[in-house]
């Protein structure tokens, strides 16, 4: 039956083969399709894998507002970097005993202030805009002391903007009860883990670098296992290296826990102070940020404000009426007014 579906018989009685269906053209159309997708996927990957470095002071691009003084150049970085860590783990973020200055509750404020920004804040950390006061209330302050890898989510012409960054050891951030960094404190962005596909290992990178960069200690920080439960304190070790102490997650440095032996694989600095990390080469902390005109900026009057340099003043708002500038946060207090603040010595 086979032979006479694929067979015909000839006036000589002698059987024709059939001509059979061309299939080159379906198997290079196939092709054709598969590289035209891999080439794209190629292309987006390309362009995923463009991470913008923020060094310490830098605001960076789309900032959703303006705060002085927040990050630390003073700060040792760890040792233990690159790959991922956990939240939780000790020493992985620092701070100053007693004293911050990166306040969830002025962060709060602005966002109530301006509702446009506020709803975009909460999309992004998925949290309804009515939600926002119990969610940023449980908000911790602590510094960077590793280069981390993020998504860094601005505000720009009354939509949000997004692009991977890497953020240099001594930036101030407000962790979650899991111990994820959710806030970049000097510009009040929402961050975000980063995209899964990028690897800082073969990623190009953008923007001033810094002293001892390397693309091997880009560490991303992850959250608690949630099947421990959320922390109820975070040990952090100060800007110098010199000790650890206990957070309470939600609190300001008010109830800090006593000095403590540093964490294991720790090594304290030999002179028993903080260790100076020369500024970055050619970037924004070389000197006072200057924005755009218009950007309302207030220059920080006073060079002895925590980070040792002159920052950009919070205005609440860039371009907002009434601007805001910072000041000290008295030891365990919150910040007489102004943004999400920072660290003090």
Known sequence: MSEINSRGRGSSGRFIR????????????????????????????????????????????????????????????????????????????????NRATCDPTQLLSFLQRNPAKGKAWAAVQKVGYAALPRYIRKLTPVILRVDTLVTNHGYKGGKATSFPAVLQAGVAVLVDEYGKPVVKCNCGNPITPPDRNINPRDAKYEGPSWDRFTDRNVTVIKGRDASKGALTSITLVDTGATMSFNRPLGTMGGQDGPPAPLPPGETATPTGGPTEVPPPTGGPTDGPYTPPPGDGYTPNPDPSVPGGEPGPGDTGDPGDQQPEVPGPTPQGGTVPSGGTGGESP
Do not use: H, K
């Open 18 to 97: 059939f001509p059979r269906a061309p299939r080159r053209t379906t198997v290079t159309l196939a092709a054709a399709v598969a590289v035209t997708a891999s080439g794209l996927a190629a292309c987006d990957s390309a362009a995923a894998d463009t991470i913008t470095r923020l060094t310490v002071g830098s605001p960076g691009p789309d900032a959703y507002t303006l705060v002085a003084g927040t990050d630390r150049r003073d700060t040792r970085p760890r040792s233990r970097a690159g790959g991922e860590a956990e939240g939780d783990t000790p020493g992985l973020y620092g701070g100053t005993r």
